[in-house]
């Protein structure tokens, strides 16, 4: 067997990133899902492992203890763009949105706890399946495995794979059905103002075009942010943790970074460059992802099967339903409303990414949504990031 020191596991994640998006180009079908890179790539590792250990054989160990900072790092840079100021100038909608988005949550966990429950399984494996991997996606799912392994969820991070990978293929399928479906019966249609073009989120910060020397000092900058705040927020970390609060360890980094933008927003005292936060928070993520899914024991899974395919079934009617209703009626039932649903079911059952590309499909016949192309991203890039943190860590200290 051959073992593998942390920087030779980062380097074959690395090499599972660049096979991922290899693959996903020339298999469309997997575009089409918006299924990452790295879980394909990743993926592919875990099932090769899982092949060899039917013949009794472990080619390769791999050692993961760069996979924590890598994992820290991405919530860091997700920390970065919890703007209050942004919240408040993006209106009362995306507040709404939020709090939708949050009570959802709240939601999934009861639901699949629900569900646990029904088969025999700890409690815990309910909140596993439900918002920390369904609201929250792999990166949050697999964040939080250890501290569901230390409750007594066997197997968490396979189980937190299972149900994110299947959140992300439900989310996509379903999510423009579902818009469409209120669009029609409804008889919902782009208003003649919704032409007037709305910011999207990432035009609130516009960065003039600088040169090579000033690029690389905004990038070195950045880098250099992140890990201030992941330093101080470690210390943040371990006081919660005195406390008797069971938290992800990234919390304490997460905050340290909101606090920091914050601060800059009204002080101008770091001149962040979010841009640049952005890119290391992505890089840092694929890779955590990569590490993360090569090192999966898929064989733990045995027998979860149909407890799985039970609560995403659940889980999908529960959304479905909750955007047909409160969600329509409360963001002014209206064409950009339905727009906003597609793209609710599409993070709320797998990522981001699912929901712009739900959404996009839904514009591109009916026509443009500039306010759900405002709300949706804002809500689900990042600040569900908070909330549903929060909801799972309750859940968490609730039924330890």
């Known amino acids: 067997m051959l073992t593998l020191d942390p920087i030779q596991t980062l380097a074959c994640g690395g090499l599972c990133l660049v096979a991922g998006y290899a693959i996903r180009r020339r ?27 039917h013949w009794n054989v472990r080619p390769l160990q791999f050692d993961t203890g760069l996979e924590r900072p890598l994992m820290i ?14 919240l408040k100038a993006s209106g009362r909608q995306v507040a709404l949105f939020l709090g939708l988005a949050t009570v959802l949550a709240v939601v999934q966990n009861v639901v ?28 949050t799912g697999l964040a939080f495995a250890p501290l569901f392994e230390q409750a007594g969820v066997h197997g968490a991070q396979s189980v937190a794979l299972a149900s994110a990978m299947a959140g992300i293929v439900c989310g996509s399928v379903i999510g423009a059905p579902v818009a ?46 992140i890990l201030l705040a992941m330093g101080v927020g470690g210390w943040i970390s371990d006081g919660l943790g005195a406390l008797g609060l069971t938290l992800p360890s990234y919390i304490g980094a997460m905050l ?20 640049g936060i952005d890119l290391v928070g992505g890089i840092c993520l694929s890779l955590f992802l990569a590490v993360a899914l090569m090192d999966l024991h898929l064989w733990e899974l045995a027998g979860l099967a149909l407890p799985l395919l039970v609560n995403l079934g659940v889980q999908a009617l529960v959304v479905v339903l909750f955007c047909c209703w409160p969600l329509l009626r409360l963001m002014g039932r209206d064409y950009d409303a ?31 949504a500039p306010r759900a192309f405002l709300v949706a991203p804002l809500v689900g890039a990042f600040f569900i990031d908070f909330t549903n943190a929060i909801v799972i860590t309750v859940f968490i200290n609730g039924w330890k």
């Open 112 to 139: 699949g706890i629900g569900v646990a429950k029904a088969f025999g399984l700890p409690p815990l494996f309910g909140v596993v399946t439900g918002s920390a991997t369904l609201a929250g996606g792999p990166a």
């Open 180 to 225: 469409t479906m209120l669009i029609e019966r409804l008889g919902l249609r782009r208003a003649p103002s919704a032409a007037v073009a709305v910011a999207p989120p990432a035009a609130v910060c516009v960065e003039e075009p600088v040169g090579e020397v000033d690029r690389a000092y905004q990038a070195l900058k950045s880098f250099v942010l």
């Open 338 to 368: 339905a727009v906003m649903a597609g793209g609710f079911t599409g993070f709320m059952l797998g990522t981001t990414a699912n929901a712009m590309a739900v959404m996009g499909s839904l514009t591109e016949r009916y026509g443009p």
């Open 73 to 86: 790092a991405f919530f860091t840079a997700i920390g970065f763009n919890a703007s209050v100021s942004l």
């Open 256 to 275: 340290m970074g909101a606090l920091l933008r914050n601060v800059d927003d009204r002080l101008g005292w770091f001149g962040l460059s979010l841009p």
């Open 27 to 53: 298999l469309p079908l997997l575009s089409r899902f918006n299924i990452p890179a790295p879980v394909i790539g990743g993926l592919l590792v875990a099932l090769g492992l899982l092949a060899c250990r």
